[in-house]
């Protein structure tokens, strides 16, 4: 019987590594040079260098930031100290590393110029808006601070302005949360005159943010918005609240693509102050207000509030994707609006909207027309009233049309009306620098004469036009004369200009009813230059070795120049600089040889013979001198499987690289064939990997191996364990497989003490290691090293238990196996129930049962003394009658056999006796037909029979028996039965 049990354990360890991170504190101003060897076959290295100021501690005395110790980081709330004034130098950038602000309580001093610019940011990689906090005046000495040509983004609030106000001017504002934050509040501040001009905002949540409770402000207050160019932020000017107010003026602003205009969200209080003009206290003149995605001037009025002065003209307010200008809220007190000069068309909804209105609203001398739903929408609840809006001009020539576009009274009775006849009706003048009109747009020096055209509409008969214009030095109106093409036309003189001389120009026309019409260009008037007055256009090129704009060190970049236009005069010279450096002239393709890995700007504008320059360009090139970074190590993570054996027919070896680049290959150098080979390995979900073939190795073979990698620019890495490779050497993981053989002699596992026992032992592979040794036990004794076939002489009768396992020559162990088996050296225990010796029987063959204990019988079987014949024996039974007939009386012995299946035979034997006769049996008295009385007779009877058991007598047949040992008298009690004649029966019964 062979046992055969086979169980493999696999063991995974996992090896934790932990990693030291060390932090170095950074000092102020900190210089760190970096040697680089990115290949080891090369001898090339690479210089990095990092320069900075750092700036955590409060400004104490009188400091100047220069742009030598650029850039400056601040990494804490800093203070400018009382009677304390810091200067920042042109060029000098200041970098905030987290939420952190500058709070000027003495002085700041930050003006730059327009070709170096002062620049405040954040210092993140990837910034956002609120990455830093802001530069915060707050009740400072402040006479001279100062914040020109400066760069302001990503901060939360960028200027705060808390009951203060420095000269803020010619700056640029974006990506901020609030560009600047103005909280005036019942403050004194000690400026005449606080000025926003000049300055650029875009991209911001709110460009300009106003809460202004002007209480005890001084009187003399002049608060200026002026010149500034305001688009695409959420909110352009935005006044939270106004009370109070002195003097705010908004002028000659810019202020398009944002989603609201100018929006006053509270005005309770402005006060009539007897120093000021007839125009007012709140002036809102001369701004270009458009392309908003909502109304362009939004005023909300608080209940019962009281308006001295408001003044609102000479503005331009068109195309706004709701209202021109709103007016809302409650019911306040005007006194004076100034109201006139205004152009308001192409807004989507109304021209004016009026909801609630004061006691006094007029509105005189504008220009309201083609404003999609209605040029005037006046919704003010109270029909007794009136808003005159009188001599203005609605863009139509007749009252019927007018009334179309004026909501009010007239259409629902429940609102205000609106008067506006007498109502203005002059000359509309058009004209745009383009061909339709000039017939050059670009004329030159060499140009005699310039034809200006224009065309005019109106209901009555023009009377004259004049072009106004300077070409001479000094305005000069110049009749024009009326042409074939329903144009008004005038040849002008230039013949005495040159290139790059200017005029402008605007028009008049009066029509036979005295009414005058101007296109002055919305106040600007047009403006043509002679010559070459469109700037060129430059552009870079480069072979990026990856995207985006990715570049080695030997990387040519070349700038290239073109002048556009109909009449160029050709490039100049093109003018790069690299990051900050300075600016260069352009001559020859150049490199960015000497520079550190990463990023860097490339600017670069074009000039023309003209003297027009282009806006600067800006290139973002990254500079990529940096080796790929390998990472592997021993371990699950980059092995599969982590310990090869010889069983395994593939090695999955994996890596990571991580480069600024692309990689453009990773190798495997191994020697799993005796031969140094590359392997490219593939690139699959960040890792690359490669399948190795391991099926011709075998336990305790060894593979080398190492990785390169190279990325897009050709910088090679050599990952090779430090000089030392790697190596791996192939494992016997798996333990072998013993055996057990032995011929048993009966189920379940029975031997004698003379089986064999034979262990055997494979370790499943002609690659693995081979068999060390087998080892065995028996029972609890000690453990032998198997050498031979054993047996178990010696033991006792009954189970024992063989533990047996085999080690292989790498040092697994298989499971300890074991078999019970069960040793038989003792013969069958028979007893004999029945019958006992001695016992006599009949003619009937006699009934047996014995009883027989034994684990392993093979046969039973009896005899008859002296006889060779055998008979199957049962543990009860009859003995065969065949046999027992051919018994004569007397002793019959029966010999009882057993023997179990390890040959071991018992015998036991038993004599009974055969009595085939029955009784003789002779009644001696009485005799038949005797007499007797009431008292029962003797009775005399003889028995032969050797083996007499049993007498008794019968009065009715053996019904009612009665039993005798010897001759007596008959029992009284069955006599008394019987009272005539009497049968009585007598028998006798032998074993």
Partial sequence: MIINNKKINKLKIKKLFTFLLILFPLFTFGFITLNHNSNPSSEKNHEIKISYTLISQNIASDTTWDKANSPYIVSANIDINENVKLTI???????????????????????????????????????????????????????????????????????????????????????????????????????????????????????????????????????????????????????????????????????????????????????????????????????????????????????????????????????????????????????????????????????????????????????????????????????????????????????????????????????????????????????????????????????????????????????????????????????????????????????????????????????????????????????????????????????????????????????????????????????????????????????????????????????????????????????????????????????????????????????????DASISWVYLNENSTGTFLNHSMSHLNGNYNFNLDISSLSWGDSIVFSFYANDTTGNIKWKNNEGANYTLQIQDIFGPNTNLTVQIVDLPNFISNSTQIFLNASDLHEQASGIYNITYQIDAGDWNLYSEPFTLSGYSHGNHTISYYATDNAGNSESIKSIELFLDIQKPQLTINFPLNDMVFNESAPYYEVEINDESIESMWYTFLNSSTQYPLETFGIINQTAWDLKLDGNVTFCFYANDSVGHLSLTQITVIKDSKIPELTILTPYSEDLFGVNPPEYSVEINDPHLAYMWYSFDDGINKVFFENNDTFDPSEWEKYPDIVNITFFANDT
């Fill in 89 to 659: 130098n042109p060029g000098v950038e200041i970098l905030f590393n987290g939420l952190y602000s500058i709070n000027i309580k003495g002085a700041l001093n930050a003006t730059g110029t327009s070709e170096n610019p002062i620049i405040f940011s954040s210092n993140l990689t990837n910034p956002s808006s609120s990455d830093w906090g802001h530069l915060n005046f707050e009740n400072s000495d402040n006479q001279d601070s100062i914040l020109k040509y400066c760069e302001i983004s990503y901060s939360d609030q960028g200027i705060r302005l808390i009951d203060d106000f420095p000269l803020i001017s010619d700056c640029v504002f974006y990506n901020n949360t609030n560009a600047v934050y103005v909280d005036i509040w019942d403050v004194p501040i000690s400026q005449p005159f606080s000025s926003i001009s000049n300055n650029t905002f875009y991209n911001n949540t709110y460009a300009i943010y106003n809460h202004i409770d002007w209480h005890t402000m001084n009187a003399d207050m002049n608060y200026t918005i002026i010149n500034n160019d305001i688009f695409d932020n959420q909110y352009a000017l935005y006044f939270e609240k106004i009370d109070d107010l002195e003097s705010l003026t908004i002028e000659e602003n810019h202020i398009f693509r944002n989603n609201y205009g100018i929006y006053f969200n509270r005005i309770e209080d402005i006060k009539k102050d007897a120093d000021h003009s007839d125009e007012g206290v709140l002036k809102i003149a001369s701004n270009r207000i458009y392309n908003n995605s909502d109304s362009g001037l939004y005023f909300y009025m608080y209940v019962h509030g009281i308006i001295a002065n408001l003044s609102i003209f000479d503005n331009q307010i068109f195309n706004n994707s709701k209202h021109g200008i709103l007016f809302s809220g409650e019911v306040f007190d005007i006194s004076t609006l100034n109201f006139y000069g205004n152009k308001i068309y192409q807004n989507l909804q109304s021209g004016v909207y009026l909801t609630n209105w004061g006691n006094h609203l007029e509105l005189h001398d504008n220009e309201i027309y083609n404003n999609n739903d209605y040029d005037f929408e006046c919704l003010w609840t109270s029909p007794s009233n009136s808003i005159n809006a009188s001599y203005n001009w609605w863009g139509k020539y007749q009252s019927e049309d007018i009334d179309e576009i004026i909501f009010d009274y007239y259409d629902n009775s429940n609102y205000a009306k609106v008067i506006y006849q007498p109502y203005r009706i002059y000359p509309i003048i058009e004209f745009d620098i383009s061909n339709e009109f000039l017939n050059t747009t670009m004329p030159l020096s060499t140009d005699e004469v310039l034809e200006i055209n224009c065309s005019v509409l109106n209901t009555s008969s023009i009377q004259w036009i004049y072009l106004s214009e300077n070409s001479t030095g000094k305005f000069q109106n110049q009749s024009m004369n009326f042409g074939s093409k329903n144009e008004w036309s005038y040849h002008l003189d230039i013949s005495t200009l040159e290139r790059g001389d200017t005029f402008s120009f605007l028009f008049y026309a009066k029509d036979s009813i005295g009414n005058l019409g101007i296109n002055d260009n919305s106040g600007l008037n047009y403006t043509i230059k002679i010559g070459d007055y469109i700037p060129p256009e430059s552009n870079i090129n480069y072979q990026s070795c990856d995207s985006p704009n990715v570049v080695s060190n030997i990387t040519l970049i070349t700038l290239n120049a073109e002048d556009i236009g109909e009449r160029t005069t050709g490039i100049f010279n093109i003018s790069y600089k690299i990051d900050n450096g300075d600016w260069n002239e352009y001559s020859e393709p150049f490199t960015l040889s000497g520079y550190s890995h990463g990023n860097h700007t490339i600017s670069y504008y074009a000039t023309d013979n003209a003297g027009n320059k282009e806006t600067t360009h800006q290139e973002e090139i990254f500079l990529d001198l940096q080796s790929p970074d390998i990472t592997f190590q021993i371990s699950e993570i980059y092995l599969s499987p982590e310990t090869p054996s010889y069983n395994d027919t593939s090695l999955q070896i994996n890596c990571t690289v991580v480069d």
